[in-house]
Structures are given as C-alpha cells and as structure tokens.
C-alpha cells in the first residue's frame, strides 16, 4: 500500500503541472523481448485511470495510452521488443482501447531498421493495415470493408513467422483471422506443412479451425532442433471455407534456419489476400567462374510473369536484396564484362571532429567510371573537404573486367594514405581497406550487389541472368517479387554449393528445453571462422572463408568489411558511447608486422587499437572455442584480449589481469558468470590461448593446460559486435598472429 500511495502521489504531481497523463514508454513493457501485456493493463494503466478518476481530476484531465507493433532489429543489439506476429500490437493497442483513453498513440521510430512503423512495408506486407481497418471499425460497432483489390474467395487471414531462426530457438506461425465484410461468420481452417530445400515435407500441423466472427489468433510452435537436418523451410497453407479451398504451394517467404548465429529477429506478416499470383516462376543456379579466394561466384537465371505490372522483381541473399530488375534503370552492379566497385569511407568522428578529406582517387591503367554524389573529373574522384565522419561516404567504379590485370585505383589523401591499391587483388580477395587516423578506413570491395532502388518495372514480365557472390557457402537464395498492388510472391529457396554429406554434433541453447542441448547439422553449415592474417591482398580487412558477414575490420566498423548493418551511423563499431573509447587515442587500427619470413602478427598499442568483429562472430546461442596466439608486451593490470558489447554487453569477455586468463559471460539473464583459469601468459613469447564453451560450462585454456569447467549457463544476453584488443581503460599491448573462432564446439 505504501508503494501504491507513492506511484499515485507521482502520477497526481505530474497530473496538477499538465493536462493530464499520457504513457508513451509501451514499447519498454516486457518481459525479456516479450510484450507484458498483463503489466501494461494491471499495473501502468490502473494506477493512471484511479488517479484520474480522483475527485481533483475526474473530466478535467486527458489520459494518453500507447501501443506498439514492435522493435526488431535494432542493429546495436539485436532485438528489444519482439512484434511476436501481431501480437505485440493486438495486445497493447486492446489494453489500451479497453481503458477507453481520451487519445491512442503508436510511436513509430524513424530508423526503418527498427521495425516499428504501422505503414505498409515489404516484411509487413498490409497485416498491420488490415488490422488497424478491423479495429477502428470496431469503435465504431461495424465490420471493415475489404481492400480495393481483395480477392474475396480467399479467407482474410495472416500468417506470421520469424524469417530467420538461430537452432534453439521455437519456430513459431501465428494464424491469424481478421473478420471483415466478407466474413458472414463463417469459420476458417488452415493447414500448414512446410517443406525444405529437397521439396521434402519435414512437419505438418494438425489443421486449426478460426472463428469466422471475430479477430481469432492462433500459434502453432515446433522447436528448430527437430529441423536440423533442413538448410530452409518454406510453409505450404492450405484454407477451407464452406465455399471450397484454397491452396498455396509457394509464394511465401521462406525460413532461414541458422545453425549458430543469427541477429535478423523480424517477423515477417503476411495476408494470404496479399500474396501475389505467379503466372510462371523459374529459378536456376549454375558454377560460374570469377569467384573470390573465399567464396565461389554462382551465375542466377530466373523468369517470372504475373497478371499484374511488377514494381520490383528481386533477388535475396540470406535476406538481403542483391538484385532488383529494371533494364531501362540499371544500378552499378558487376556484370559478366564489367566489374564494380564500391568505395566506403568511414571513421570514428563526427562533426567538428571529422576529418576533411583533401586528394583525389584516381583510375589508372583502365578506362572506367564512377558514380559518386561527390565531383568526379575525368578517371578522378576529387575530395575537396568531403567529411569522413561515422556517416558513410560511398562512391562506385565500373572497370572492363578485360582491362582489370593492369588496373590500379591511386589513392592520394595527404596526411592520410598515398599509394596503389591493384584492383585485380581486390577483385581476386573480395575487399580491400586503408586505415587511417581516428578509425578512418577507406573500403574498396568488389560489389555484387544492391547500389539503389530502381525505378518500377512496370512490365509484367521478367527474365534475367546475373552473376552472384554469395554471401555464405551455404547461402539461401530466393526470388521476391512485389506487384503495383502491393502483394507480394517469394519463390521456393535455392541453397549454393554441395552438401557435405558429413553430419557433426553442434551445442546450442534450446528454448524449448531450457537448457543446452546437441543437435547433429552438416559440417559445412557450422562456420569455422578462420580470420586471414593478409594485408598484402586484404588490406585492413580480415576475411574468412566462412563468410563475408563474419569478416572483421582494423579499427573500423563492421558494415564496411561486411556490407551488411551499420544503420544510426555507429552501430557497426563496439563504441558507440564515446566514453567507452580513449580519448587520447592516436590510432586504432593495429598495425601490421612481417613474422617467420611470410607471415603477419597484429600489433597492439595497448592505447587504444582494436579489431572490430560483426555481430553473430561470437554466437549467442551456440557454444564455440576462441582461439588466438598473443604475444603480450606486459603482464601488469588487466588487458581485455575480446569483448562482445557495444552500447550493451552481448555475451563474453576474455582478459589478461596481471597476466592470469580469466573471462565474463554475461547471460540473458544479466547474471555476470566469471571464470578465472589461475593460468599464466608468458610475457615477450608466444601463448596459445583457448576458450571453450557450448552454452554449459566454460574452461580457459594456455599452452595446451586448460583449466576445470566453470559453470556459465546462455544464451549470451545480445547480439553485438566485438572489439578485439581491448575496451573502456583496459588495451592489450603486444601481437597477435592468429584468430579462430569454431561454432558449435
């Protein structure tokens, strides 16, 4: 009673001072990533209803209630608030009309990223409009009319899921029937099965009947583990009314199974109305030659035909859209005669303290061209105070792929970099980086991908061939295509390479166990991330056969060595607080050292330099073993060898303290588990150093000794980058000539 008097004394001093009470803060009213909707009605919305019904209040002051759709994807972390289908804005937004507030508001943020928007978008499709029809027409005592376009023989009903899942976590599919004019009552019954990459059936759900009359949701939930032995799945829907069924074989986004990492949490809605009729769709991969030292190119030829004008016919990578057709609007992307570019330039400042880019970027030995806002004369790209800022600057060149042997891109930055970058090694390598002061780097990479969105197609027809550089070795491929309407059809999935034909053991933390299980996964979709020690051919830039998202970057930000992330303009670094940083830092990409003769070590300041590795690099929900050879300077304080966080902690820290390896995980939970090895590095010669972990217990290893297991329950508390060689006051000094990290082991 005492703390109930207390909020209501609160509430009553803001309520004198203004016009009333309004929450706004729905989207912080979870438990975990999970809407609490019993909190938001019992708790937040009763205390502010009695104060307001208090004699000194009643009629005389507003209440403003909110509700949200979600917030997925914040690139910092990862997720905060789950859409949970549509359940999120269902709950939130009927706790807050059964108060019958005097004003509703939906916060939408303006980071697209963050998935908070009502409008009509490609992974919402019209559900959330569709929704918001049903519930304004319920105010007003009616059922809503259906869309302009609707076909009315088909059920208005939604279906939502995650579009990628990491193994561990529960595929959830929320049917979801929203009544309207057409409905008359009547029920609806839906099956699902989903099928994978084979065409295989590996699940059916028993079918489930809707009610006709009223909004009726349903969930259906089969944990990842029992899909191991799938790359993908897609749902195959069947609906039944008492006027007949309905069928849909494809047309509808495909999931992506992960096998240890993932940071993609958004739900994808989709109106079985909304689903595009494909009058033909043909997808094909074939070997193509042109790859990378560590991915192999694939050539995609694909036809589609619908009974509408087409605005876009894409295709996705994992996702990612790298293609989108228009003849009469081409972007900058590779071709079979021409290779591209893009140039990225990025660093750790902002405003007043950007560094003002005075030089030129020059074409040499090769007649191409570039597309850039910024001035291009003739071969030259002139900077003429252009910012380098924690704000992308991007421009792109188109080179002949028959004149790249002797093609060279002169970079002349005084005070910054001056020298020639080959473009066949960037072509052959994938990528190149320059560093510079203040975690500059300047990105030269081979570009596969998407520069722009096109204009609309405005054909109803589409046939293409194109080359493409996966992003993994196991990537998912699939067609999307999205009719002037709106509705959209996504093809069945297409997986690159061969399987393995080996199977091998991998830990992650199963949901539906609530604890650390072992599912069997072919060995080549568990990533070994090898992190390539070449500044002869990379630059900055380690890369990894395991895939381009996993790749790292000197100092810099993750998005420029990956092409993925980085939206708000630092979430690709570890330090997006300032503080978190030296401010008397002179450099912070580690500088290289020639070893044995050929190889290179990585040398750190102690002062400030790191790597930046991107988010999924440290799994969250799977075990892995880090390993890394150091040669530490001093054993004196403590010296953080890798952390995962950035604006919050992710999961692990490994450090040195007065030369003992001890490491922190800090779980979802937010309980820190610390584990001290009581073994020591040697100073001024080389230490292997191992940290094993699969989601149980933790040990420490150096020199071949390894310590007992600690216990340290997951999964890891977000998905965030990861600073190597140091964090906050504590810097590694000394080399480092190898980085492993082993998924699942």
């Known amino acids: 009673p005492e703390q109930e008097e207390k909020i209501k004394e609160e509430l009553r001093e803001w309520a004198r001072a203004t016009d009333g009470l309004y929450f706004a803060g729905v989207s912080g009213v979870r438990k975990q990533n999970v809407f609490d909707a019993a909190f938001y009605r019992d708790f937040v919305i009763r205390y502010m209803k009695e104060v307001l019904d208090e004699p000194e209040f009643q009629g005389k002051k507003y209440l403003g209630l909110s509700a949200a759709v979600g917030h997925e994807n914040t690139t910092r972390i990862g997720f905060s608030l789950s859409s949970n289908g549509t359940a999120t804005l269902r709950e939130s937004l009927e706790a807050a009309l059964e108060a019958r507030p005097d004003l509703v508001v939906i916060p939408e943020w303006d980071e697209q990223n963050e998935n908070t928007s009502l409008r009509p978008t490609v992974f919402n499709g019209r559900t959330t409009m569709r929704l918001m029809r049903y519930y304004t027409a319920r105010e007003r005592g009616e059922f809503s009319k259906p869309l302009p376009d609707d076909d009315i023989r088909i059920p208005n009903v939604a279906l939502s899921y995650r579009k990628t899942l990491a193994l561990g976590e529960p595929l959830k599919l929320e049917y979801l029937h929203i009544p309207d ?28 009947q809707l009610q006709g009359d009223q909004l009726t949701a349903h969930t259906e939930t089969i944990p990842t583990e029992s899909l191991a032995g799938s790359r993908t799945v897609y749902p195959v829907v069947q609906v039944a009314t008492d006027q007949g069924e309905r069928r849909f074989e494809e047309g509808l986004q495909p999931i992506d199974l992960r096998t240890t990492a993932n940071w993609d949490y958004k739900w994808v809605m989709q109106s079985l109305r909304d689903v595009l009729p494909a009058q033909q769709c043909q997808l094909s991969l074939e070997p193509a030659a042109g790859g990378t030292e560590t991915a192999p190119m694939v050539q995609l030829t694909a036809e589609f035909a619908a009974g509408e004008p087409l605005a876009y016919v894409e295709i996705l990578d994992n996702d990612d859209v790298i293609y989108s057709h228009n003849p009469k609007d081409p972007p900058v992307r590779e071709t079979d005669a021409t290779a591209a570019f893009l140039v990225d330039i990025q660093a750790f400042a902002v405003r007043k303290d950007a560094i003002r880019l005075k030089g030129r970027l020059t074409l040499s030995r090769a007649k191409g061209s570039w597309t850039s806002d910024i001035r291009s004369q003739g071969q030259s790209l002139i900077l003429d105070g252009e910012r380098a800022s924690i704000w992308q600057t991007r421009a792109y060149l188109s080179v002949p792929k028959n004149q790249l042997a002797d093609a060279t891109l002169e970079v002349d930055l005084p005070g910054i970099w001056q020298g020639s970058v080959p473009l066949k090694t960037v072509f052959e390598s994938g990528i190149y980086g320059i560093p510079g002061p203040k975690g500059f780097n300047l990105v030269i990479s081979r570009f596969t991908r998407l ?18 550089l996966p992003d993994f070795p196991y990537s998912r491929l699939h067609l999307q295509a999205i009719g002037r309407s709106g509705k959209i059809y996504r093809s069945r999935p297409l997986v690159v390479g061969t399987p393995s034909g080996e199977r091998i053991p991998v830990s992650v933390y199963s949901d539906t166990a609530g604890k650390a299980v072992y599912v069997e996964v072919e060995s080549r979709r568990v990533p070994v991330i090898e992190y390539r020690f070449t500044p002869d051919k990379t630059g900055s830039v380690l890369t990894t056969a395991a895939g381009r998202p996993f790749w790292g970057i000197l100092g810099g930000f993750s998005n420029q060595a990956t092409g993925r992330g980085g939206a708000e303009s630092r979430d690709g670094t570890p330090f997006l607080v300032w503080e978190d940083y030296p401010a008397n830092a002179t450099t912070a990409a580690p500088a290289w050292e020639k070893i044995d003769g050929e190889s290179y070590a990585l040398v750190f300041d102690g002062k400030g330099t790191y790597i930046t590795l991107p988010q999924g690099a440290i799994p969250r929900r799977a075990g892995f073993t880090l390993e890394m050879e150091i040669m530490p300077d001093t054993v004196e304080g403590k010296q953080i060898l890798l952390v995962n966080r950035s604006y919050y902690p992710g999961s692990i820290t490994v450090y040195l303290e007065n030369g003992v390896l001890k490491s922190e995980y800090v779980n979802v939970h937010q309980k820190a588990q610390r584990a001290s090895s009581g073994l020591r590095v040697v100073p001024h010669q080389w230490n292997r150093i191992k940290v094993h972990y699969d989601q149980r217990t933790i040990s420490l290893e150096v020199n071949g000794e390894r310590s007992a297991a600690f216990r340290c329950v997951g999964p890891g508390l977000y998905e965030t980058v990861t600073s190597v060689g140091g964090y906050g006051k504590a810097w590694f000094a000394g080399k480092m000539k190898s980085l492993v990290i082993r998924h699942g082991h």
Do not use: D, W, Y
């Not at 004019?181 to 489930?208: D, Y």
């Open 451 to 468: 520069q722009k969105m096109p204009s609309h197609l405005q054909e109803q027809t589409a046939r293409f061939t194109i080359p493409v």
């Open 181 to 208: 004019q057409t409905t008359q009552g009547k029920p609806v019954t839906i099956t699902v099965a989903l099928v994978n990459e084979a065409g295989e059936t590996v699940h059916t759900f028993a079918p489930v």
